[in-house]
């Protein structure tokens, strides 16, 4: 199988942990908490913004999937 290159944009800018609110703190936190540090890392990619590589608009990562889903 073979992938086509990503577009072109900005790498994934994760929130700050000092910033989560609500379920995403509540998640990122136990994750923390429980040694599971990679885990807590990728929440702060999921709960931040990146940037589209087409048409340059930014956008919430976690919204963008929950759409998708």
Known sequence: MTTSPAPPGT?????????????????????????????AVGLTHLFGSATCGECGAEFSVAEQVADQY
Do not use: K, S
Not at 14 to 28: F, I, S, T
């Open 11 to 39: 790498p994934l800018r994760p929130a700050l942990p000092e910033n989560l609110e609500g379920p995403a703190r509540q998640l990122h936190d136990a994750a923390f908490e429980a040694g599971a540090e990679r885990v």
